[in-house]
């Protein structure tokens, strides 16, 4: 079964730095999606990358899906504490109509002030 | 715009006992998903119904069951509850044939076993 592993598992970056956000598939991604989730809270669609190459940025946020759609990287840049959450990578389980998604296990972000 | 609702927000229950939570799609919405997030883990995906019918099933405990309804809300039912079902449930909606991010997600339903 397809696994999506992200790194790093928790950062800690201070107000006005960049980071970088990597979730890695265990196989060829029909479609990757970023979410961002506040603790004990619902998800929060952020971007959805489909085709090798791509690149997509919403504010400060950029995600890109790698050639082989095996990889996404979650960049933002000037973080703010607005920026601060869980931010989980997700998948579709399979390529049938009415797929579930799959995620990884998240990668909490603190910004300090 | 209306989004998916969950009942209840919080819910606390003793070892053993039984919990219902309900999920109210996006109106026209005609697919239900439930999943389960732990404690610091990823949701994991339960099941999910189409049109009343279960239309794929994930890791979904044998004490648990779900149905959909002809007004296309869903109700997860939880039997001899354990500990380990201590977790956040979200319910989420979408259009049948909808990619799977067009998923809608419900705030949660907190579960609490003690």
């Known amino acids: 079964s397809q696994e999506l592993e992200q790194s790093p598992q928790s950062l800690i970056v201070q107000e006005g730095k960049n980071l970088t956000i990597n979730c890695t598939s265990s196989?060829?991604?029909?479609?990757l999606y970023w979410y961002k989730q506040k603790y004990g809270e619902g998800l929060i669609f952020l971007m959805m990358l489909q085709k090798g190459g791509e690149e997509k940025s919403h504010e400060k946020i950029t995600a890109k899906l790698d050639e082989k759609k095996q990889q996404s990287s979650l960049h933002i840049t000037a973080s703010q504490p607005s920026h601060a959450g869980i931010y989980l990578c997700g998948a579709d389980k399979s390529d049938q109509a009415g797929t579930a998604l799959i995620f990884g296990k998240g990668t909490t972000l603190s910004v300090s002030s | 715009a209306a989004g998916v609702i969950q009942s209840p927000r919080h819910l606390i229950k003793e070892k053993r006992e039984t919990a219902t939570l309900k999920c109210y799609p996006i109106p026209r919405h005609d697919t239900v998903y439930w999943y389960q997030q732990g404690p610091g883990q990823d949701p994991q995906f339960l099941i999910s119904?189409?049109?009343?019918?279960?239309?794929d099933k994930g890791s979904i405990p044998d004490r648990f069951s779900a149905q959909q309804f002809s007004d296309y809300h869903s109700e997860l039912n939880m039997s001899s509850l354990e500990l380990g079902d201590s977790a956040l449930y979200f319910c989420a909606s979408s259009l049948w044939g909808d990619l799977a991010y067009e998923q809608y997600f419900g705030p949660g339903t907190r579960l609490t076993v003690t």
């Open positions: 196989k060829t991604l029909y479609g």
């Open positions: 119904f189409y049109e009343k019918m279960q239309s």
